[in-house]
């Protein structure tokens, strides 16, 4: 399967700043997804990152607080802007060949907001 | 709509004996299901996917789980388990054309 690499793995950072986390795969993948994990919680799908054009967003989840970007078929980035210590979860990217394919995940980004 | 449901949110086991983590699911249409491995400070492992075909799956090292359609579940078992299996076990359903939808997963903790 695919080798996934997020950056970084971890930050600190202050309320009201922004961070921008990057997934790198080493093969070109169909589909790519950026989920939350809340402290003790399972996996949320944030939106789905689609290579060209405009992510589409899950329920409860916005461009404005989370702007995605795929410009090719083996990098994408998630930027939680603005954020406030609701923010602090582990991020994880996850890619999948085709639709019905498993999905499979980097490391994942645990991020905590002061 | 789907939905998980992993009626065990913790399972303490003792070093060698057999273990079972339920998973129940919830679709209106076919699914996938595929269960994941977490352990500390890293991201999901696939441990092992129902696609079609055996509803008995294995995976490399011991766990098995079966699909029971009649019965809406995809439980995990592990006959012997080893103090490495400790970690956050993690069950997904995934309906044609619809996103993974992930339970809310078990912490399975095995005590010497």
């Known amino acids: 399967s695919a080798v996934i690499s997020q950056k970084p793995s971890r930050d600190i950072c202050q309320r009201g700043t922004s961070l921008t986390i990057q997934c790198q795969v080493d093969?070109?993948?169909?589909?790519m997804f950026w989920y939350r994990q809340q402290p003790g919680q399972s996996l949320t799908l944030i939106a789905t990152?689609?290579?060209?054009?405009?992510?589409?967003?899950e329920s409860g989840f916005v461009i404005d607080k989370f702007p995605i970007s795929r410009p090719n078929l083996t990098f994408s980035t998630l930027t939680v802007s603005n954020m406030s210590p609701e923010d602090s979860s582990i991020y994880l990217c996850?890619?999948?060949?085709?639709?019905?394919?498993?999905?499979?995940f980097g490391d994942g980004t645990r991020l905590s907001i002061l | 709509a789907q939905s998980v449901t992993q009626l065990d949110s913790q399972v303490p086991v003792f070093e060698e004996a057999p273990v079972e983590l339920r998973c129940n699911y919830s679709?209106?249409?076919?699914?996938?299901l595929f269960w994941y491995v977490q352990y500390p400070n890293q991201g999901l492992q696939l441990l092992l996917k129902?696609?079609?075909?055996?509803?008995l799956v294995e995976s490399i090292n011991g766990f098995e789980a079966e699909f029971n359609k009649s019965q809406t579940s995809f439980h995990l078992r592990k006959p012997s388990v080893h103090i490495s299996d400790t970690a956050e076990y993690f069950c997904?359903?995934?309906?044609?054309?619809?996103?993974?939808?992930f339970g809310p997963g078990t912490r399975l903790s095995v005590l010497p």
């Open positions: 996850s890619v999948a060949e085709t639709e019905n394919q498993p999905q499979h």
């Open positions: 093969s070109q993948v169909t589909m």
């Open positions: 990152a689609n290579q060209g054009s405009e992510a589409t967003y």
């Open positions: 679709s209106s249409v076919s699914v996938y």
């Open positions: 129902y696609l079609s075909g055996s509803t």
């Open positions: 997904a359903v995934k309906g044609y054309g619809q996103n993974f939808v």
